[in-house]
């Protein structure tokens, strides 16, 4: 066990770490940000004055051990355009994306299991019907259009809820189903699957032989046994949340990191993009070393052999 | 075969259809308790679905459409679900071919035997663990207080039988279906858990339903023996009787295909040409027909029912009487 666990930090850390060099190597690619710091008459002295003041006109290496220096510091430089370090703008930001991405999980995870075990086990009803529709819908309209749906149809039509700003729960409660929605799909079909597979297996025939009913098998043996495939997908989608709230965000003017990025993309704001993309891929590694230790926790054959 | 005692579980005429072929055609037999019928036949001939049919647990696409399942006085074939659940792993107990898979891999033995025992006895979970940790020992299974903690990945093929036979009798069922139970186990591990079955009979009373292809066995622990044949009985005989003078000729091609010590070292293994016909290409005559060497016309066009040939040994063949033929061209 203590083993498993070294591996998968040993991996997570790798991984992060190609992260954080795969982001520098994109940001040089970009071009150098002097430019964009200067005024629009400034001379090639002021320029490469500024340039040599930022640290720019080093070889490359060097500024990568500066910015590898800085990280471990948490130091995320500037924003250009505010002065101010990218980290706390970042910051202030990022609760309201947490509770989005939360109320997206809940969404997700609420509506998207238990609609995957009800079309597992009701295969051929009304209600699995149903619910297969609704997943196909959540699959299949893209989040943008969804979001302006919804905001057409309960936010100008209906006026249920209110069409954008944050702050109150009913703000939440639009974005998190638009934001959910794909998710949702996601989690219900593999937990259909999942259960599906399972309720081939000899251990089902064998639990009904010895007198339980199908529905006690399915809640005392099955759901757990399914539940391993769909933890990997739940690690996946909690990334797979922050990166969607881009979108999200900008449709229901939300003032998350989605809507920062965006900003920060349209006045080259380097520093804050770099801070988003490096946190959402923490994110990502984060997820699914949980993930991994989760397995263990669910699943034996993981925790007593290796 | 023993009709004098009271069968306790006498199955009629039983009928399962799959697509509209009759894959189990009229099969009868019944079994006294503290006795062994063996069902024997290849691979699709029906014998498993006879014993899902016994549980109530027949897969979706099979249908029973005639014949009783009578366990004493009470028809299994039309009770309800809610009642059937009472009788599963109370009345009628099985154990499968793969007893690996047959657990559930995430959940402890000990907590799946006492499972079975709490699904029938309204007992505290410490009471069930108990009386599963006794039923370890009664199975023979070596320090059971650890072992009830452990999950079936850490125990052996032949451990995992011994826990499958364990939640099969916690609750002293009077038949125990046994479905190929050593086929997946090494010869060895076999001969223990035969040993152990014939133990169980004899101490308790148990009336076993033992499904499988392996004559050895067969000979080893059956009273009777049912030889069936793409879903019918071919045969259905004392177990004696049947291995000293066979009366259909699958059944005597059958036991000539079984490799004998004394045969040469590279001697060709006797094998019964051709294969068994798909339930869809079902004919009207007898299903052995196109490959028994003894066929003629009338086995083409009619199908033969069971007759009695004296001492409870039944054969369901037009040809009794020519099996002298076979058993030449067999030795």
Redesign the interface.
């Known amino acids: 066990m203590l083993n498993y666990a070294a591996q998968r930090l040993i991996q997570a850390f790798v991984a992060m770490f190609g992260v954080l060099t795969i982001v520098f190597i994109v940001m040089h690619l970009s071009g150098d940000p002097t430019l964009l710091l200067v005024p629009q008459d400034a001379s090639a002295e002021m320029i490469a004055e500024l340039r040599h003041q930022l640290g720019f006109d080093r070889p490359v290496w060097v500024q990568y051990l500066d910015y590898l220096y800085g990280l471990l510091h948490l130091d995320f430089g500037v924003s250009v355009v505010q002065r101010v370090p990218a980290l706390d703008i970042v910051a202030s930001r990022l609760p309201y994306t947490i509770q989005l991405a939360a109320g997206a999980l809940v969404v997700a995870i609420g509506f998207g299991i238990p609609a995957g075990i009800v079309m597992a086990t009701m295969r051929g009803s009304v209600i699995e019907r149903i619910l297969t529709a609704i997943v196909v819908t959540g699959q299949s309209v893209p989040t943008f259009l969804s979001g302006i749906l919804l905001i057409f149809i309960f936010g100008v039509t209906l006026r249920w809820l209110p069409t954008s700003g944050s702050g109150e729960f009913s703000a939440l409660i639009m974005p998190s189903i638009a934001l959910g929605a794909l998710s949702m799909s996601t989690f219900a079909r593999m937990t259909r699957i999942s259960i599906i597979d399972e309720l081939g297996?000899?251990?089902v025939?064998?639990?009904?032989?010895?007198?339980?009913?199908l529905g006690?098998v399915v809640v005392?043996?099955v759901l757990?046994?399914a539940a391993i495939p769909v933890i990997t997908i739940a690690a996946l989608e909690i990334g797979n949340l922050l990166a969607g709230a881009v979108i999200i965000e900008t449709v229901f003017a939300w003032p998350g990191i989605g809507q920062l990025a965006i900003q920060s993309i349209q006045s080259r704001d380097f520093m804050i993009v770099q801070v988003i993309v490096l946190l959402i891929s923490f994110v990502y590694v984060l997820t699914s070393v949980l993930a991994d230790f989760v397995y263990a926790l669910?699943?034996?054959?993981i925790r007593?052999?290796r | 075969m023993d009709v004098a005692a009271n069968p306790l579980l006498s199955v009629d005429r039983l009928t399962i259809d799959i697509a509209g072929a009759h894959v189990v055609d009229e099969v009868s037999f019944t079994v006294a308790p503290g006795k062994v019928i063996a069902l024997v036949g290849e691979s699709g001939c029906g014998k498993s679905l006879t014993s899902y049919a016994m549980?109530g647990?027949l897969p979706p696409a099979a249908r029973r459409t005639e014949g009783r399942i009578m366990l004493e006085n009470v028809d299994l074939a039309v009770i309800s679900e809610r009642r059937f659940?009472?009788?599963?792993?109370?009345d009628i107990?099985?154990i499968?071919q793969?007893p690996s898979?047959?657990?559930?891999?995430?959940?402890t033995v000990g907590e799946q035997i006492a499972?079975?025992y709490r699904?029938?006895h309204g007992v505290s979970k410490t009471e069930a663990f108990e009386k599963a940790r006794q039923m370890l020992v009664d199975v023979g299974i070596p320090d059971p207080g650890r072992r009830m903690y452990q999950?079936p990945?850490?125990l052996s093929g032949g451990m995992c039988q011994r826990i499958?036979i364990s939640?099969?009798l916690i609750?002293g069922p009077r038949v125990l279906i046994a479905d190929e139970p050593t086929t997946a186990l090494d010869v060895t591990i076999q001969a223990q858990i035969l040993d152990l079955m014939k133990k169980l009979v004899a101490e308790r009373g148990t009336a076993i339903v033992l499904i499988t292809h392996d004559m050895g066995v067969v000979a080893d622990i059956a009273d009777d023996v049912a030889v069936m044949y793409a879903g019918r009985i071919a045969e259905i005989a004392p177990v004696h009787a049947l291995f000293r003078e066979p009366k259909h000729p699958y059944t005597a091609l059958l036991l000539a295909s079984v490799p004998k010590l004394d045969d040469a070292p590279k001697a060709d293994l006797a094998t019964i040409e051709g294969m068994v016909p798909n339930p869809s290409e079902f004919g009207v005559g007898c299903r052995f027909a196109d490959r028994c060497p003894l066929a003629t016309d009338k086995c083409r066009l009619e199908q033969p029912s069971l007759v009695d040939c004296g001492n409870g040994h039944r054969s369901a063949c037009w040809h009794i009487d020519r099996l002298a033929e076979i058993r030449k061209v067999a030795t």
């Not at chain 1, 639990?207 to 009913?213: D, Y």
């Not at chain 2, 659940?85 to 109370?90: A, E, H, I, S, Y």
Request: proline content about 4%; aromatic content about 8%; some cysteine.
């Open positions: 297996k000899d251990y025939r064998a639990g009904r032989a010895r007198g339980l009913s006690s005392r043996h757990r046994n669910v699943d034996p054959r007593l052999v | 549980l647990l659940r009472k009788v599963r792993g109370k107990s099985i499968f793969e898979a047959s657990l559930d891999p995430l959940t499972e079975a699904v029938h999950y990945f850490e499958m939640i099969a609750c």
